[in-house]
């Protein structure tokens, strides 16, 4: 059995998946505003007595960001415990992995994510001419993005820009992790690094 976090999106959530299908998902938080460390534990405890994950629990793939700072805080140290006392392998899925499981067969200098996540934080992520992330916090009520770009994949609502020739499609972690399952790598004693930004710059 493999648990899925997600941490980036708006409201957290936990999905249990066996053989590449969701048989539970819980979100974590009532509404925007609760704060995770104070749920976290008891929805997953409320799993493991369902479930009963101590013993059934083999993975563990979380969203690393970018993101809300507390929520990628929270999670990765939430995971990084479960992982070592459980002995379980882990997979971080960041706004890079989409970008490269929807660039497949095409120009991925043309393809970003758009990231909405807790505290009205957002985030725009784009490969440079390098081919290395750019992770970019949207402030502005409209975004210029790059004259390159012609697809944007957002996980919450449509970005705000002026380029109306580019076109945007909705996208779900859950969805991306389910068809490239078979393709991630997990990793034992993995050390977990969260991708949060501020005025455009990565803090580790």
Request: charge should be positive; include cysteine; hydrophobic fraction near 40%.
């Amino acid at each position: 059995m493999l648990l899925f976090f997600d941490v980036i999106s708006t409201i957290p959530e936990f999905y249990l998946i066996e053989e590449k299908k969701v048989i539970l998902n819980r979100k974590i938080l009532s509404k925007q505003g609760d704060k995770l460390s104070d749920n976290i534990f008891e929805v997953y405890s409320k799993l493991n007595s369902e479930l009963n994950l101590t013993q059934n629990l083999k993975k563990i793939v979380i969203t690393n960001g970018p993101g809300s700072y507390t929520s990628l805080r929270v999670g990765s140290a939430f995971v990084a415990g479960l992982s070592i006392s459980k002995n379980l392998t882990v997979c971080e899925i960041s706004a890079q992995d989409i970008i490269m499981f929807k660039s497949k067969n095409r120009d991925i200098n043309k393809v970003c994510v758009f990231i909405a996540s807790a505290n009205d934080q957002q985030f725009l992520c784009t490969m440079n001419n390098l081919f290395k992330i750019e992770n970019n916090t949207v402030n502005e009520k409209k975004v210029f993005i790059p004259k390159k770009i012609d697809t944007i994949y957002y996980n919450e609502h449509k970005l705000n820009t002026e380029y109306e020739n580019v076109k945007q499609y909705k996208f779900s972690f859950i969805d991306e992790l389910l068809l490239n399952l078979d393709h991630l790598n997990f990793n034992n004693n993995k050390i977990l690094k969260p991708i949060y930004v501020s005025n455009n710059k990565l803090l580790n």
